[in-house]
């Protein structure tokens, strides 16, 4: 992958690097800020809560979620996916609803053999309806450290950022006629679980248990956001403005412009441009977002 991004222009590549060099991470603790929910003792918190990691043998994989609700807000979570042969594995990291009329903002993390890359799986539910794939390669390799993998959701759009370099937009068009996440609070959740009937290479490559246990690592939680309790926001109109900025937060043109590299370079499956998945028409959203 590193050879692509080598042809681009030297501005781009720069722009790109000084972005990453200065995006920041509040961290928080796992200890206060999540339970363990699953797992059987494979998942684990170290480090007196700086490290979280979650395991996957063949008998079970693990995971937690946050003990906070929230109703918008910018996440961010540095994780080290799971390195060598991950095929069959996923690592996922959403923000959720509950019910059958559940929201998600879905990250996906499919496992792949040794030296093939990781495919990042994204998804939007709105009132329990997904399929919204958007499927992407990574500039770079996911298991050799820590990346940061960041969701800012607040009333006019929901960005997924990669290092601070935005992947993938999906903007409030509810006056259109199209459903938007806005009143259901969501948890943060995380697992790593087995998919090999579906994950890599559409259930063709198996997991290989004898590489088992397989490890995924997570740190530097950051949450600014509206926290949901007892059905009240933290977030009000008296609320500082420099402390709630994402709530209005959209891209600049700096930020759409490395949207479109990522897009032209890495995207693998956009859901809005499979024709022959909608027969009767695209979703209404792809044709708006394109207008």
């Known amino acids: 992958m590193a050879s692509r991004s080598v042809t681009l222009s030297n501005g781009t590549v720069l722009v790109l690097f000084v972005f990453v060099s200065f995006y920041s991470v509040l961290a928080g603790n796992f200890n206060q800020d999540f339970d363990i929910t699953w797992g059987d003792g494979r998942a684990k918190i170290l480090n007196n809560g700086g490290l ?16 906070n609700e929230y109703l918008y807000g910018k996440i961010d979570m540095q994780i080290k996916l799971v390195p060598g042969n991950s095929a069959g594995t996923v690592t996922a990291y959403y923000l959720s609803s ?12 499919l496992g792949n053999l040794s030296g093939d890359p990781y495919i990042v799986h994204t998804n939007v539910y709105t009132q329990g309806k997904g399929d919204r794939e ?16 960041s969701i800012l959701w607040n009333p006019q ?12 937009v999906f903007k409030n068009l509810e006056s259109q006629g ?23 290479r559409g259930g063709l490559v198996k997991t290989d248990w004898t590489r088992a246990p397989f490890t995924a690592s997570f740190r530097n939680f950051g949450a600014k956001a509206c926290i949901w ?14 402390s ?19 897009q032209k370079n890495y ?3 956009d859901y809005c441009k499979d024709i022959k998945r909608f027969p009767q028409g695209l979703p209404q959203e792809c044709t708006l977002a394109n207008s």
């Not at 929901?158 to 993938?168: E, H, M, Q, S």
């Open 229 to 242: 309790s007892a059905g009240q926001s933290s977030c009000s109109s008296k609320s500082n403005s420099s």
């Open 98 to 109: 509950q019910g059958s009329t559940h929201d998600e903002i879905d990250y996906e993390f």
């Open 178 to 200: 199209v459903p938007y996440p806005k009143s259901q609070a969501m948890r943060l959740y995380a697992s790593l679980w087995n998919a090999d009937d579906w994950a890599t």
């Open 244 to 262: 709630t900025s994402w709530l209005s937060e959209e891209l600049d043109s700096t930020s759409q412009a490395r949207l479109k590299w990522v």
């Open 267 to 269: 995207m693998v499956y």
């Open 134 to 149: 958007q499927q992407f390669y990574l500039w770079f390799d996911p298991t050799a450290d820590f990346h940061t993998y």
């Open 157 to 168: 759009t929901i960005v997924f950022y990669v290092d601070g370099t935005p992947i993938r």
């Open 52 to 67: 979280l990691t979650l395991s996957l043998d063949k008998a079970s994989g693990s995971g937690f979620q946050s003990k």
